[in-house]
């Protein structure tokens, strides 16, 4: 993906008002391959790049009096476009981060990056979220899908987020309650009629070192040297950085679908004709979470090919533009990976990332 360019042109607009004085700066007929990781090339009808929040009722006002869909966008790590986005994008690019009087409150911007607020914590010596190194995207996105890697969920940190409300204009702040984090998942994702625009996010991080050591991998390579906060966040960005396609060079999303939870019975019968399979618990004793990227190998999907998109050949979960690839390249690939596994295991696989 290239550095996204920044928006350069000042255009008036007219709204049911009348024409309304430009303070911020909109875009007709942007191409989004800079602002996705996949790097598909798609136009938005209209682009904002949002320095300022104060500029978002503008924003508003702007979409309504034509009647266009508004997307918020952060880093666009977890977007994949199929179709030419026919409305206004807002493209989060506010800044800041500061320390809260509160012991261990951090509190962030939603355009920040994710991995300089977790480098600026670890600088700061507030610890939790260094098993969370190197997920690409921004802050603001990192509630939508309550982002998780390593054995640590965002939930276990977050305060609460502030947010603009695209239906009423108005500023909301909402809890964990409120965003019922699950798995991947929250309010955001469940109700798409929530039209909210992060601002913001607070954290409450600890002041003591409270290490997750919990997933196999971390564990060998932290073998031989002391764990600390500092190391764990080395060893997270090594082993990131040795295993995942990194999205500067080769387009993806990282994994493309989540793993699948089914019942523990249908985990029993399965295991008869897989005695292999494994699986993880859940917090509900009668669920189980199975790894999507095992049932994809059993099919053979690594290094396969459609069109210009293909599965990575070390990962069965990551989908790649290899050459030119359209978003419907992408998506017709996943499908086919999907019903494979439909028809194999009849577990149905969910996808992680947005389709647009
Ligand atoms: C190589 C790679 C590895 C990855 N590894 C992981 C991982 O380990 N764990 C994990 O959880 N994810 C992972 N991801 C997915 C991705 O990094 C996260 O989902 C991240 O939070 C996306 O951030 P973004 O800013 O790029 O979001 P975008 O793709 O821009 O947006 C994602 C969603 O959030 C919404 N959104 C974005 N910003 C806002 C806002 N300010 N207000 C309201 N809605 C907003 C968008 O509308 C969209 O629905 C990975 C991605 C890649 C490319």
């Known amino acids: 993906m290239q550095a996204a360019p920044r928006a350069v042109r000042k255009r008036a ?5 009348g024409i309304l004085a430009v303070t911020f700066e909109i875009q007709e007929q942007v191409d989004l391959s800079p602002y996705n990781s996949f790097g598909v090339t798609q136009m938005a009808a209209f682009f904002a790049d949002i320095q300022d929040p104060a500029d978002l009722p503008q924003a508003r006002e702007f979409a309504a009096s034509r ?17 030419d986005f026919p409305g206004l994008v807002l493209y989060m690019n506010n800044r800041g981060r500061e320390m809260l009087p509160g012991a261990g409150m951090v509190r962030a911007a939603a355009g920040e990056n994710w991995h300089e607020l977790v480098k600026f914590c670890l600088e700061n010596s507030l610890y939790g979220i260094e ?26 940190f977050f305060v609460e987020l502030e947010a603009f409300d695209l239906k009423t204009g108005e500023i909301r702040h909402m809890s964990r309650v409120d965003c019922q984090f699950a798995y991947r998942d929250s309010i955001f994702k469940q109700d798409p009629s929530q039209k909210l625009v992060v601002l913001a996010v607070t954290l409450q991080l600890t002041l003591e070192p409270a290490l997750q050591l919990s997933y196999a991998g971390l564990k060998e390579a932290l073998a031989g040297q002391e764990a600390t906060p500092h ?21 993806n999303a990282g994994s493309f679908f989540k793993n699948p939870v089914i019942s523990r019975s249908k985990l029993m019968s399965l295991r ?38 293909a599965v990575h050949e070390d990962h069965a979960l990551v989908l790649v ?10 998506v017709l690939l996943a499908q086919d990976m999907s019903s494979s596994i439909l028809q194999a295991f009849g577990v149905a ?6 389709i647009i």
């Open 13 to 17: 607009f007219a709204s049911r008002e």
């Open 321 to 330: 533009n290899r050459d030119n690839a359209t978003g419907e390249d992408v």
């Open 272 to 309: 008869e004709f897989y005695p292999e399979l494994p699986a993880w618990d859940t917090e509900d004793a009668d669920l189980v979470k199975l790894p999507a990227a095992w049932l994809l190998d059993q099919k053979g999907w690594k290094g396969k090919r459609r069109g210009g998109a």
């Open 67 to 83: 009647r266009l869909p508004v997307l918020v966008l952060g880093q666009g790590s977890n977007t994949l476009f199929i179709n």
């Open 231 to 251: 190391s764990v966040f080395d060893a997270v960005c090594a082993i990131r950085s040795s295993k995942l396609p990194d999205p500067k060079k080769i387009g």
């Open 349 to 354: 696989l969910q996808t992680e990332v947005r």
């Open 131 to 156: 098993n969370l190194a190197l997920i690409p995207g921004t802050v603001g996105a990192a509630p939508i899908q309550n982002i998780g890697a390593y054995g640590v969920e965002l939930e276990q």
